[in-house]
């Protein structure tokens, strides 16, 4: 076979597969918890048609379903994550408008203020969660 044709089937294959396997891998755990909530329901039903108190659901089955979930807190500070990538994506646009300006010229380095841009609205988003955290208390889930 012709290298080039070898080198064409590689990519391809490697695609395939890869994708194949991560639904087989999602395919099959879903198998498994379907047979684990039927073996679950059927041994629930046998119990309460026999009279008997039913066994309790495993733990993990249904979550945690005690006080201390119900009054969990939600992250208070929400406003860290988009001044992170806003500052990132604002310097990283600028960095990148002048290393394509020097290397390509003008006309492609407007391009990459682009990102600047996104960075500059992540930091007005940060600035407006900050402010909402400041005025209003924790929320409860």
Known sequence: MNPGVIGVFIP????????????????????????????????RMLALEKGVEPPALPPGMVGDLGEKSKAKLVSRYLWPKPMRHGLAMLFGGIVLYFAVDRAGGPEGALFMLIPAVIGLANLVYAAVLWQQEKTEPPRVV
């Open 12 to 43: 391809i294959v490697a695609i395939v597969f890869g994708i194949g396997i991560g639904a087989l891998a999602i395919w099959s755990e879903h198998k498994r918890k379907l047979e684990l909530i039927d073996r679950l329901h059927r041994e």
